[in-house]
């Protein structure tokens, strides 16, 4: 009897467990007026159930939130989805020199958990013009989507932090002055706007050695603040080997004929991988580019695909 006992209440637990981690049969509803679920972007983070296998939809009504959102680890599978970009925001001002407050902690909103998507949404830093670094987007969870969101600050607004990790973007908008798009993971920008606000440089990776990709831009569109922008760079290397391609990309005048820059170090030249293929625009000059840059061959081009740039353990190739 104690047997039959314990093991019915063993599987009571069991089931009881299975119920706490059950994700909701509706989206969760934030909204700043009240009118849903929660007030905030954070509550209903923190009241989905961890670890979950399947989507988790939370919905953001339009409004500004003003909250500093983390994604913890656990929270996988979360997706993230506003009215409308425009109209839906996330927003905070933290800065470097800010209260002990670094770059990597400079984030309005931080990703670490696998298989986030995100739609629909402006994630900003509002620290200013002169702030510093501060950055708007933090990743570093594997396979993340970000599809028809803006990107907005000004220095180091999108930090894919962590090597090996894969994220994508998809007609999204991403504007910001200095090393605005930067770190070690392979992303890839599918169809995106890139504003530069000021002369400076839009990336800055730190792609891993050995690491076969970094950033990847596809079918892009690189424009400027023409009054404060003139003369960009595609890209300087945070790191020895940095890797940065534009595939089909229509480029800006604000686009220097150079096209990129060794950060002060030669060294760097030996190690970085930049490269562009078919570039298009006035800013486009595959003559003036640096010597040691590369202009793609259409057979080289052929392996910009999605399945062989994310590709790796396990498999990921996010849907168009």
């Not at 002990?100 to 949404?121: H, K, M, R, W």
């Not at 023409?226 to 890209?235: F, I, N, P």
Request: net charge positive; glycine share 10%; aromatic share 10%.
């Amino acid at each position: 009897m104690k047997v039959l006992l314990l093991g019915t209440a063993l599987g009571l637990t069991a089931l009881i467990a299975r119920a706490q981690v059950a994700p909701p049969a509706g989206p969760l509803v934030v909204a700043a007026d009240g009118s849903g679920q929660f007030r905030t972007v954070q509550a209903a983070i923190d009241a989905v159930p961890a670890q979950s296998a399947i989507p988790v939809i939370i919905r953001l009504k339009k409004g500004t939130y003003h909250e500093k959102v983390v994604v913890p680890p656990l929270k996988t599978h979360l997706v993230l989805r506003g009215a409308d970009a425009a109209t839906t925001v996330i927003t905070y001002s933290d800065h470097v020199g800010a209260g002990g407050i670094t770059t990597p902690t400079s984030y309005s909103v931080l990703v670490q958990a696998n298989d986030f998507t995100a739609e629909n949404v402006t994630i900003e830093n509002a620290a200013g013009y002169t702030a510093g670094q501060a950055v708007a987007l933090h990743v570093e969870g594997d396979r993340a989507i970000f599809r028809s969101c803006r990107l907005v600050g000004n220095q180091d607004v999108l930090f894919l932090a962590t090597g090996g990790t894969r994220q994508y973007f998809q007609n999204c908008y991403i504007e910001g002055t200095t090393d605005f798009i930067f770190g070690a993971s392979t992303g890839v920008f599918d169809h995106c706007l890139i504003k530069s606000k000021k002369n400076s440089f839009v990336t800055a990776a730190s792609t891993p050695e050995g690491q076969p990709y970094g950033f990847v831009f596809l079918d892009c569109r690189l424009t400027a603040d023409t009054t404060s922008a003139r003369k960009v760079y595609l890209g300087r290397p945070w790191r020895p080997y940095a890797r940065v391609a534009y595939l089909r990309c229509n480029l800006g005048p604000h686009i220097v004929p150079a096209g990129w820059e060794n950060w002060r170090n030669p060294e760097n030249e030996k190690t970085a991988s930049y490269a562009e293929y078919r570039s298009a625009g006035p800013g486009a000059n595959p003559a003036g580019r640096v010597l040691w840059s590369h202009q793609l061959s259409a057979k080289e081009a052929k392996q910009y695909t999605l399945k062989r740039v994310f590709g790796g353990a396990p498999a990921w190739q996010p849907g168009r």
